[in-house]
């Protein structure tokens, strides 16, 4: 090629890519596996179990999490082959605090056999809510980190809005941050759920820039404001005062594009859709695919 046509084709070739659309540039990112909390279909896999998680794979999901010990009566075998057979994979599963507290080792040794990589506590009871209560959590947080961590499975804990309220005799400080405060990073980390976050008025990011990598998984969740809604979320919010309703990821207030931009800096490999209050389940979870499959951030 002759100097002057390589030199206006390179200038041709720049002038197009920069022409190129933002959602086109070579660092767009999407969410490749995008994952289901089956809490949003919790009255289907009542009816259904195995039914359920073969709707949420054909929806195309290609993660699901757990909740609350529900496995439908099948053992840890028979959840790894059920998984298998519909293509799914359970990286997480939230596990309630008394049996983190009772029955670590053996849900331990269920979470490898199911493919758990993360076992979440998902909830703290309103009464341990007081500043001993949350010493006690932390303290331990830490040990089932540990132990966790020898298993090779990541311990984590999943927030409502309740924890950003300051704790008296916690010198002011929120349950939140004195959770990430006072447990090691290495052990436990946090999977933030982006509504109730953002319900309690902190934005995710500001957290993502001040403890960078700790925020491994995300719950997707969306809310509309509304006065006139007739639940206030009162066990999930606690003091925090909000009138609204859950919402299909991408049809509510919540900026998702805004925050994924930065999930490199909080260290999110996995994310969950939600919704407490999904009224149409399986149409519910098909509005939150199609939207976030579609978003480029």
Known sequence: MKRRTFIE??????VAFAARPSWAA???HQIKNLGLQLYTVRGELKKDFDGTIAKVAGTGYKEVEFFGGE?????????????????LAAPSAHINYDVIENKWPETLDAGH?????????????EKQRTADGWKRVAELFNKAGEASAKAGIQFCYHNHSFEFAPVEGLD????????LTKTDANFVKMEMDLCWISVAGKDPLSYFNKYPGRFPMVHVKDYV??????????GAT??????GRLADVGKGTIDFKRIFAESDKGGIKHYFVENDDAKTPFEDIKISYDYLSALRF
């Open 26 to 28: 070579e660092d767009t």
């Open 225 to 234: 404001n509304d006065p006139n809604a007739t639940s206030s979320y009162a």
């Open 71 to 87: 496995y439908g009566g099948h053992s840890p075998k028979e959840i790894r082959a059920l998984l298998d057979k519909d293509g």
């Open 238 to 243: 606690g003091s925090v005062v909000f009138k």
């Open 113 to 125: 056999i199911i493919g758990n990589e993360y076992l979440v506590c998902p909830w703290i009871n």
């Open 9 to 14: 084709t390179s200038v041709a070739a720049a």
């Open 172 to 179: 002011g400080q929120m349950a939140y941050d004195f959770l």
